[in-house]
């Protein structure tokens, strides 16, 4: 016969067994992943996204404007969930909850505790620049999430030394640099600030030298796809610095922009945790890290959003610093608070859809913009091109023809669709036979007439939100009569921007 259990008197039930509480930025991470999967639907496929698609469908070992992983990731995906934008942005959704658990996980690389680590969540997941790019499926959401997984791994590879922690570090290396160039200067900014601040231990560790190969190995595949193609991302890169993308910003108004996107509550938190970086012997790497990428963003004429992967261990390092500051304080502590709600408030209607198409502020958030008014090109080319029997359709920029080739998926009749606008230069021109062309864009003719011997203006893009963005206004030609063969066209309609 089976005796009672020992130390427990005879029909005492049994006590439950106590769960772990789960620790608070789970749940922060949840929430905002939740509200990002609500909204993901609303306006329509950004311009990025069409181009994603499309590119996928034409496997490479790289692109003009970026490595191969998120194009083949968003084709895939976009087959899987049957071209549905709400199920498609689930993907961005999840990494923006993974960059959120990131954060606070580098909080408690830095020595903080659940409260440091939730408040961290909170900040990260309440920037604004946060929220603009886990709203998208892009190279920029995956690319803020390896970078800041890169970084707290070096973190932990730099503090521990072990051949499993650099081994790791070598690993993400090889996957962010398959989705993004820029960890690579993420990379050798890190490894010129422990060459000139220290720890120089990592420089004697042949595990070092080995995560350094593994990073190149993931690099390779660009690498060889840019040089046998004439290194395109280098112009790509001049024509940023030039202002040639939507989303270039003069140096001036630089800092200006990356503290708006932030947000003064984030841009007090990252000002603060870079001091507290500084102030650490042991990590002061990580912050000269960060002035070291500023500088190279500012100087190369990048995006401020260049940055955003050094944004998470910022707020990580300054928020335990911050609520030291209010302990005990009331009004500090207030202070704080209503910081946190007001960045949270603002952000949310500057960088996510709750807003209709028409209120969107387009201004500040440029990428609300480009997500409207796609179905209206549709319609309005498709129309011209069959009351004027256009043989193929060109685009002047590769949203056009994203939009255009899914219409074609889905069953729009439209004829053939080319571009000279970075990837869609490389998968061809027209067909020989084509010689009534319907152009889409060129607000000045005078390009096209090089080309054509005539063009006439048959219709307007117009949005029905009324939403002035780049495509709004668009003018749509018949041309014809090619003043030479596509052959020899071609190379003069390529652009790269």
Not at 434 to 462: I, M, N, S
């Amino acid at each position: 016969m089976t005796g009672p259990a020992v130390g427990r008197a005879p029909g005492t039930p049994a006590p439950r067994r106590r769960l772990r509480a789960v620790p608070g930025w789970t749940w922060v991470a949840v929430a905002f992943a939740l509200v990002l999967v609500v909204v993901g639907p609303r306006y329509g496929f950004h311009r990025d996204e069409l181009y994603f698609v499309q590119a996928g469908q034409h496997p490479a070992l790289g692109y003009p404007d970026q490595p191969a992983l998120v194009p083949l990731l968003a084709a895939g995906w976009y087959d899987v969930v049957g071209g549905s934008l709400g199920w498609f942005r689930v993907v961005p959704a999840l990494c923006g909850a993974l960059v959120v658990g990131v954060a606070a996980l580098t909080c408690g690389e830095l020595g903080g505790d659940r409260r440091d680590q939730a408040w961290t969540a909170v900040v990260v997941a309440t920037a604004t620049s946060v929220m603009v790019v886990a709203h998208l499926f892009s190279t920029t959401v995956v690319d803020l999430l390896l970078t800041s997984l890169l970084v707290l791994l070096l973190l932990r590879a730099v503090r521990t030394g072990t051949p499993r922690a650099w081994l790791v570090v070598g690993l993400v290396s090889a996957v962010a640099l398959t989705v993004k160039t820029l960890p690579a200067t993420v990379l050798a900014c890190g490894a010129l600030a422990l060459a000139l601040l220290g720890p120089r231990a990592p420089f004697r560790s042949p595990w070092a030298w080995v995560a350094a190969l593994l990073a190149g190995l993931g690099l390779l595949p660009s690498l060889l796809w840019q040089a046998a193609n004439g290194w395109p991302q280098a112009a790509l890169a001049s024509s940023i610095a030039a202002g040639g993308s939507g989303t270039s910003v003069d140096r001036a108004l630089f800092l200006p922009m990356l503290l708006t996107l932030t947000g003064p509550g984030t841009a007090a938190v990252l000002v603060v945790g870079g001091v507290a970086l500084w102030r650490r012997p042991d990590r002061r790497w990580a912050a000269a890290t960060a002035g070291l990428l500023l500088v190279a963003v500012l100087v190369g004429g990048g995006k401020p959003y260049y940055l955003l992967g050094l944004v998470p261990v910022l707020v990580a390092a300054g928020v335990p610093v911050c609520r030291r500051w209010a302990a005990g304080r009331v009004g500090r502590g207030r202070l704080l608070v209503g910081l946190v709600v007001v960045n949270a408030v603002v952000g949310s209607f500057l960088g996510l859809p709750l807003l209709p198409a028409a209120l969107a502020p387009v201004a500040v958030v440029y990428d609300h913009g480009e997500q409207v008014g796609w179905p209206e090109l549709v319609v309005t080319v498709a129309d011209a091109a069959d009351a004027h029997g256009a043989d193929v359709v060109l685009t002047q920029n590769y949203g056009q023809a994203g939009a255009l080739d899914r219409a074609r998926d889905l069953g729009t009749v439209l004829p053939p669709v080319r571009s000279g606008h970075n990837g869609y230069w490389w998968w061809g021109p027209p067909a020989d036979d084509a010689r009534t062309v319907l152009t889409v864009g060129w607000d000045d003719e005078t390009a096209l007439l090089g080309w054509f011997g005539r063009c006439e203006q048959v219709a307007t893009v117009r949005n029905d939100a009324g939403v002035d963005n780049d495509e709004d206004g668009t003018p749509v030609r018949v041309c014809t009569e090619p003043r030479a063969s596509w052959g020899e066209l071609w190379p003069q309609l390529q652009r790269l921007g």
